[in-house]
């Protein structure tokens, strides 16, 4: 039975005005938000009617009861006149909600708490809502089986949110395509420690708990957001140029671990030579064993890895900084403008560290010998990369493999010299944004005036089935 606050349950409904008394004055004037924000893929993902701006979250974690208590202090701007709004929030309780301070009414059905502030908000407003949560937060299934949203692990838990799962454990505006900046502490029993995305801002012990507080000073989308709770062995270092590098090891994955983590600063140097300027103030890397997750994430400042990566995935996940974590896609449509970029960048650390070329890489892929099984080479062929056949596809191989392929093509066009220049350039164009595909063909063509792309985007990115000629 979801619970909702002591008024009886409210109807949303449209506010009429009757006569200009009613309109005027009173803050009647409102609407309430829309319950998502039309994402293809996932329909009630994000609401409508603000743009959160900042996240403090004050969560404290009890990892043998698995119980979290949570604030969650929401600053946004009200993008229309708003007699009410959603936010996202899956399985537990709320105990209450304010808005400016003043206690609000609210609502919840499914993944959505429904917020009716005690006035209307006026378009452009700031305003500040606070929920008041506890309970077991849940670990969400995905529509490809995956798990994701709250993964316990033998002395903790993760919280990875791709792609809807960081309303497991916090209420907000769950949707790539509305960033803010992050204020993150976590309390959890002395001897543990919890890490999280930005850079650390203190920690301190009292009662036999250690509050460890977190600050994400660029903007960040909340399916990058993360907490890791856990007994890690953690590492405190810099890179040549200076940017701090914060890594959490869980201690059993140590050993496994050092050499390919030893290549953090490596490959970062590479990476920002291809990619250009670094787009946050820190980086690293967390690893560690969820029960139930056998992926890595590209949490924003340090991946997540479920174990010791190899240089590949390393190289990836580090690589979605740039591509994913800063342009980050529009919609979960535009899924590939992430990862076929991590893809395609580590098929130019191989060729750029005596492996395959790029070129060999994409000849195999067409071929259909890059992989041992028949089904693997096949799968790349279900669906373009523009258009991915449905949710549960969304990091299937045509998103990866072909989305790779179509930056390929791009260079095979325009040549090594101007292909940087595009993928630096996009990076810079975007940087800190959001991008849909439609932008990148449009920066595309833009940059390498006079070349055709037409059989590319046709072809490679939206067609459907093999392209006839490699
Ligand atoms: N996006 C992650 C990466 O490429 C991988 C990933 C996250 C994933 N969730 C998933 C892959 C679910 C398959 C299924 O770095
Ligand atoms: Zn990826």
Redesign the pocket.
Known sequence: MPRSSAAAPFAVSLTLCLGLAACGGGGVHGTPGAAGVRDPYFPKAGNGGYDVTHYTLALAYDPEAHKLTGTAEITARATQDLSAFDLDLKGLDVGGVTVEGRGARWNRSGQELTVRPHEDLDKGETFRTTVRYSGRPPTIT?A?G?K?GWLPTADGAVGLG?PTGSMAWFPGNNHPSDKATYDIAVTVPKGLTAVSNGEPAGESTKKGRTTFRWHTAEPMASYVATVAIGRYKVSRSATKDGLPLYVAVDPTQVKASAKVLAKIPEILAWEKYNFGAYPFTSAGAIVDRPDDAG????TQNRPFFPGAPDTGTLV??LA?QWYGDSVTPKSWRDMWLS?GF?TYAEWLWQEDHDGDTADEIFNSLYKGDYYDAKEDNEAIWAFPPGKPSGAAHI?DPPVYDRGAMVLHKIRETVGDARFYDIIQGWAAAHRHGNADTADFTAYVEKTAPGKDFTKIWDDWLYGEGKPSRP
Do not use: F, N, P
């Not at 992926?295 to 590209?298: G, H, I």
């Open positions: 995905d490809d995956s994701e791709e992926y890595a994430l590209e990836h996940e979605h990862e991590a990091s």
